[in-house]
Structure formats: structure tokens, C-alpha cells
């Protein structure tokens, strides 16, 4: 597997300048739009009950909300469910789907303004053998490369809903890790909205970093060592 250190030179990402600290409730106080390209490169972290760190990059993201996109469980107002999306900003929104999966989203805007971003993907950093034990034995490339996927990994579902994750004790939280160049980045509709209307079925709120081609009989350090 091409670590993720290795991945991040390979796409020209730089150190962030606040790396390894927390991200803030006001970091976050900005429209899904904003917040979900520049979470490219944060880190979301796990702290397991031992104390320890499971955590990976995060490298694909989707932005939802305010009440007007009825690609957002706001469309419906503040129900039950979607009640924790009104904020503050900073609380997780993590929800179950399909009757078999958790996703995570971590709710961003002014409190009042119903809005999150998805975390869809990780190149995960830390606690990879408890990242494959709870992933089943699934080759490195699929552990985290999916929203239930990360969940899984990450042993995160409903009794996390609602977290504060600004918390200085909250068990999952954000970190600043990297910065990722613009070039590096690619855009698109978000995934799994068929039955939602235009235009926001289209809209290009996906973000995902992207790997430059891998150049023909190239090996990973790993490999080499």
C-alpha cells in the first residue's frame, strides 16, 4: 500500500501552519460550499477508549444545505433527525442509511443555518491495524474510500450524533494536517441524489483529491524498501 505521506508529496501538499491543532467552532462558521474544499487535508481522529489515535486524511468531502437544497435532510425543516444540522457548528451529524450503514458529517455555518459536510473518503494515518481488523480483512486501497467505509474504520456511528466535536475532551474531532493545491482537487454532483431535482441533483459540490497517473512501472517506497 502507497502510504499516505507518500500520497500527499505525490499531489504537492504542503504542512498546514496550525498542524496538529484543533479545528475551531469559528473555522467552521462559514456556508458548506466553503467549508467542505478546505477540510481537504484535515485530519479526523477517533481517540479509541485506551487513548489511542485512529485518524486518516481527509480527501473527499460533499457539501449540504441551507434549507433551500433538497438534497439536504433540512428540506423538511428541523425534524428529528435533522434538528442537529441547525447547529452550533462543530456537532456531528452522523446518521443511518439504507438500514446498514453510518455516514458522518460534521455541521458547519452560523448556528440557526441548517448545513454539514460529508466526510466521504480518509488516506488513513493512524491505527491501521485496528483499521483492518475492522474492516475485515479488505485490501488497504478499500478500507476508507467510502462514508460507511470511514464509519467502519473508525468504530463511529449513533452514539456520536450530536458530539460536540470543539470539545477540548470530545472523542472525535478535526485536526488542521495539510494544505492541498487547488490543482489537486477535482469537482462533481454529489453521489446517490437520483430522485432529487434540479439543479441540485447536479450541483458540483463534491470535492475529492485526486492522485497524479502513476508513471508506468513505478513502485511505491513501500515496495522498495
Known sequence: MERTEDRLRRVAARPHPR??????RAWLTRPAVQVAPALLGARL????????RTAGIIVETEAYGPQEDLGCHCRAGPTRRARVLYGPPGLAYVYFTYGMHWLFNVVVAAQGVPAA?????????EGLARIAARRGGRPPR???????KVCQALDVDGRFHGLDMTAPDAPVFLEFAWQIPPAAVTTGPRVGLNTVPEPWRSVPWRWRVRLPRARANARSRDDSS
Open 19 to 24: 498542524a496538529g491543532q484543533r479545528v475551531p
Open 117 to 125: 459536510v460529508l466526510i466521504r473518503a480518509l488516506w488513513p494515518t
Open 45 to 52: 481522529v477517533r481517540l479509541e477508549p485506551d487513548g489511542s
Open 142 to 148: 478499500a478500507w476508507t474510500d467510502g462514508p460507511a
